[in-house]
């Protein structure tokens, strides 16, 4: 049996066409698409799991193109790109199920002819100064025998660069200077010897590593001259969404790998949503035993997967792993819980985290029904705090993120649970009652010893939500960030304009991503200000972060150049102070800078 799969992008709508060689009886079409969909002309919805649809199709004749017509729901959802087209497609027939070829995924490169004109140093995040002395020195490897250094000599070895410590390599001196700041360093390159001073052993290893991005970028012939360097911000991030798609271990440590390259030094690890819980804890084993597969079948549909049973779950080994290889490279990792909505997950495995008595028909952000839990219920607290104490105990860091992130309008108004909590807490809102829960399970985590973290919309609701105590991450824009600073809050920006990495490129059909923040280009990544209202704030901006989710990813080949080259712009607002560079100018640093990813493999969007 063969299939041929075809769809096509026609304004709002999306036209499919699907033929089999054989006659086929009862055809039901299942796939996913980037947010709830609807059907036009050509079947009939049986099913849906917010983004996940099931459609009766009419029997099919060998050979006879089928016709289906879909939509998105949302008429505010244009089919932008490949990427929103069906995800995932399998048919399931009276004798059985077939996949049918998946559509072309993933981003499709412009090869651009790329000829860099950038003249300075081949550096990014771009260095505070950097004095040229002239002349160039012919660099391979350092003969340093010094522990921070051994570590980026290790991680080039990981990445396939040459090895960074020879013992007849340029000669290399480092000194501890206290003078410098936090991880700053100050890095020497003269004709026959390289001095490096830092101020502790992260100064040092950053110095290595931009010896390691020079010598790749500039083919190991080094301008000579001095660097001084240190970070702007200590909290500079970059989050994975594992729950939509599971990354093995080793794509995380390979994240991990790039990440130290770009001097980021916090992961923030979301393995729970409303698709999956993904880390293997023993409070309730039965949690991601039964949502870490999901297709045809499991308890959760093949959402994004169409009907192959997928996914997969982290062990306390690969978490043990993750942990120690992050430590090796300066970076810390802050795991995330989702409480109280983006939990469909828990929902449907724990029975009891939902007001029975509830009336409300609340749909979420991506069409759940019931992917929030009730805070008025004990069990709710039972099993949350179990999970935020086990979690808590895995990660050395001593951060906790509790998710917060779009609670769905009409959340618990049909609860009489919660109208009881209501009165006896003199809350009014749905946003009083959700803070009111934050501030609790914040309590919860400080008791543990851990620094509550959440999405922005965690500090609604009366007396501030969740507390001051907590690190706010700001998604929606650097507005809302900088009221929230300005209210007391610590918070770090990741405004999805600039430096979600799941958006796509560039407005190109044949481009790959989402659009609902905006087509994020490279230029895009820089075109902002971490500290708005110029520096008032600045006690308070602790930090930059970019983020990937994965709800379109399908295979783990989409997410690369999805990442690069775009981490540069993260990178550069996280480390770099604000120098005014241009979007062009940053474009061409961009292209001059990568090389690097050639050089270990990784695929980057030259159209991006
Ligand atoms: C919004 S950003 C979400 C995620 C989605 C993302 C897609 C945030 C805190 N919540 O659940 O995956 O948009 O871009």
């Known amino acids: 049996m063969n299939w041929a799969f075809d769809a096509r992008i026609d304004g709002r709508y999306i036209h499919c066409s699907l033929t089999c060689d054989v006659a086929i009886d009862d055809p039901v079409f299942c796939f996913s698409l980037m947010a709830p969909g609807q059907v036009m002309s050509g079947g009939e919805l049986v099913t849906q799991t917010g983004n996940y649809m099931e459609v009766r199709l009419p029997d099919l004749a060998a050979n006879a193109p089928h016709d289906l017509v879909i939509a998105y729901a949302n008429p505010?959802?244009?089919?932008?790109?490949?990427?929103?087209?069906?995800?995932?497609?399998?048919?399931?027939?009276?004798?059985?199920?077939?996949?049918?070829?998946?559509?072309?995924?993933?981003?499709?490169?412009?090869?651009?002819?790329?000829?860099?004109?950038?003249?300075?140093?081949?550096?990014?995040?771009?260095?505070?100064?950097?004095?040229?002395?002239?002349?160039?020195?012919?660099?391979?490897?350092?003969?340093?025998?010094?522990?921070?250094?051994?570590?980026?000599?290790?991680?080039?070895?990981?990445?396939?660069?040459?090895?960074?410590?020879?013992?007849?390599?340029?000669?290399?001196?480092?000194?501890?200077?206290?003078?410098?700041?936090?991880?700053?360093?100050?890095?020497?390159?003269?004709?026959?010897?390289?001095?490096?001073?830092?101020?502790?052993?992260?100064?040092?290893?950053?110095?290595?590593?931009?010896?390691?991005?020079?010598?790749?970028?500039?083919?190991?012939?080094?301008?000579?001259?001095?660097?001084?360097?240190?970070?702007?911000?200590?909290?500079?991030?970059?989050?994975?969404?594992?729950?939509?798609?599971?990354?093995?271990p080793e794509k995380i440590r390979r994240l991990l790998d790039l990440m130290a390259l770009m001097k980021l030094n916090r992961f923030h690890w979301h393995f729970s949503d409303d698709e999956a819980f993904r880390l293997e804890i023993d409070c309730f084993p039965e949690l991601w035993q039964r949502s870490a597969f999901r297709g045809q079948g499991e308890l959760i549909p093949g959402l994004f997967g169409g009907g192959v049973r997928?996914?997969?779950?982290?062990?306390?080994?690969?978490?043990?792993?993750?942990?120690?290889?992050?430590?090796?490279?300066?970076?810390?990792?802050?795991?995330?819980?989702?409480?109280?909505?983006?939990?469909?997950?828990?929902?449907?495995?724990?029975?009891?985290?939902?007001?029975?008595?509830?009336?409300?028909?609340?749909?979420?952000?991506?069409?759940?029904?019931?992917?929030?839990?009730?805070?008025?219920?004990?069990?709710?607290?039972?099993?949350?705090?179990?999970?935020?104490?086990?979690?808590?105990?895995?990660?050395?860091?001593?951060?906790?993120?509790?998710?917060?992130d779009e609670l769905p309008r009409g959340a618990w108004a049909g609860s009489p649970a919660v109208d009881r909590l209501k009165q006896t807490e003199s809350l009014d809102t749905r946003d009083d009652v959700q803070g009111w829960a934050m501030e609790r399970l914040a309590a919860h985590v400080e008791n543990l010893g851990a620094r509550p973290a959440a999405w922005e919309e965690a500090a609604r609701g009366k007396n501030g939500g969740i507390g001051h105590g907590a690190l706010l991450f700001c998604w929606t824009g650097t507005a809302p960030a900088a009221e929230l600073a300005k209210a007391g809050y610590d918070v770090v920006m990741c405004p999805a304009q600039h430096v979600y990495l799941d958006m796509a490129h560039t407005p190109d059909p044949d481009d790959w991503g989402a659009s609902w923040a905006a087509f994020v280009g490279l230029e895009d990544t820089i075109a902002w200000d971490p500290l708005p209202e110029n520096s008032k704030l600045a006690d308070r901006i602790v930090g930059v972060q970019g983020c990937f989710w994965a709800e379109f990813t399908t295979e783990d080949s989409q997410f690369e150049p999805m990442v690069a080259p775009r981490i540069l712009g993260v990178a550069q607002m996280a480390w770099a102070p604000d120098h005014g560079m241009t979007g062009t100018e940053f474009r061409d640093l961009a292209l001059a800078v990568a090389p690097v990813f050639d050089a270990i493999g990784w695929a980057w969007h030259s159209g991006a």
């Open 76 to 248: 505010k959802h244009v089919p932008t790109n490949r990427a929103w087209l069906p995800l995932g497609p399998v048919v399931r027939h009276a004798k059985g199920i077939g996949a049918l070829p998946p559509l072309p995924a993933g981003v499709r490169d412009a090869t651009l002819e790329i000829q860099p004109t950038f003249r300075g140093l081949r550096l990014v995040p771009a260095p505070v100064t950097w004095t040229a002395y002239g002349g160039e020195m012919k660099f391979a490897s350092l003969a340093a025998d010094h522990a921070d250094i051994a570590r980026a000599d290790r991680l080039a070895d990981r990445l396939g660069l040459p090895r960074l410590v020879t013992q007849d390599g340029t000669p290399c001196r480092v000194t501890k200077d206290d003078g410098l700041p936090p991880g700053g360093y100050a890095l020497d390159i003269a004709p026959n010897a390289i001095d490096i001073a830092a101020a502790d052993g992260d100064g040092a290893f950053h110095a290595a590593i931009s010896l390691l991005v020079l010598r790749a970028t500039h083919d190991g012939l080094l301008p000579c001259g001095k660097i001084s360097d240190h970070p702007r911000f200590g909290w500079r991030g970059f989050h994975l969404d594992c729950a939509r798609h599971f990354f093995a």
């Open 310 to 404: 997928s996914g997969g779950s982290y062990t306390k080994t690969d978490v043990a792993g993750i942990v120690s290889h992050s430590a090796s490279l300066g970076i810390e990792v802050m795991p995330e819980i989702e409480f109280p909505a983006h939990a469909l997950a828990l929902n449907r495995v724990i029975p009891g985290l939902r007001d029975p008595h509830d009336t409300g028909t609340e749909e979420s952000e991506q069409g759940y029904r019931q992917n929030v839990v009730n805070p008025a219920l004990p069990k709710t607290w039972e099993v949350v705090e179990a999970i935020a104490s086990e979690v808590a105990g895995l990660f050395p860091f001593g951060h906790l993120h509790l998710g917060c």
